[in-house]
């Protein structure tokens, strides 16, 4: 996946710098969000990333966009919800999918820019929350993949340090793309290991993740 930045200051206000406010978009319900994800999937293993996903958007929501955290859920939790049926049209068949049930228009374009690079995928990620979406999606299952080779199987003590082997290690969990994590990092202006340390303590603070 090519490489793209987009790099700008960030402010740790309510908005962040440039971020549209969606507290009055037409959000639908998180209810009804899970519905419409499980009508298209239905692998424990899809089900259970589009939870990580989502809390740890809304981890980051917290800090960044507390106005909009439930925006960044939606967009988590949606992200790959053609995924299972339509892997050959990964983020764009879900247009369709999406608006047959009348989801927000911003929260679909949020949501679909994290497939930036895959066949008929034009949309960038310019938000700082699609940018935080796009980086973490791959992350997260690095980090979840380190962490059930550990003797707790948990990310509650896993360190920088351990995923950071791995990451240097193309073989270990190969599916989950290095460059797309790093070139994430990059649109964020973080460095890998700050991007890293700071999705495992979101990760930390989920129920889903042991």
Not at 121 to 149: C, N, W
Request: glycine share 6%.
């Amino acid at each position: 996946m090519p490489s793209q930045t987009h790099d700008h200051p960030l402010d740790h206000g309510s908005i962040v710098a440039g971020e549209p406010d969606m507290s009055s978009a037409n959000l639908i319900s998180r209810e009804s969000a899970w519905h419409i994800l499980t009508q298209y999937n239905s692998e424990d293993f899809h089900l259970r990333h589009a939870c990580i996903i989502e809390g740890v958007m809304r981890y980051f929501a917290l800090e960044y966009d507390p106005e909009n955290v439930e925006f960044w859920g939606l967009v988590g939790l949606l992200h790959d919800v053609d995924y299972e049926m339509y892997p050959q049209l990964h983020c764009v068949k879900a247009f369709e999918l999406l608006r047959e049930h009348s989801v927000d228009e911003s929260v679909i374009r949020s949501a679909m820019s994290h497939g930036y690079g895959l066949p008929g995928v034009e949309i960038q990620p310019e938000l700082f929350m699609e940018k935080l979406l796009y980086a973490v999606d791959e992350l997260t299952g690095l980090i979840g993949a380190v962490a059930i080779m550990r003797p707790s199987r948990s990310v509650q003590d896993l360190e920088l340090k351990s995923v950071l082997k791995k990451f240097k290690q193309p073989s270990f969990a190969a599916g989950c793309s290095r460059v797309i994590i790093q070139d994430g990092a990059d649109m964020l202006g973080w460095s890998l290991d700050e991007l890293i340390t700071r999705t495992i303590k979101a990760m930390r603070t989920l129920e889903c993740i042991v």
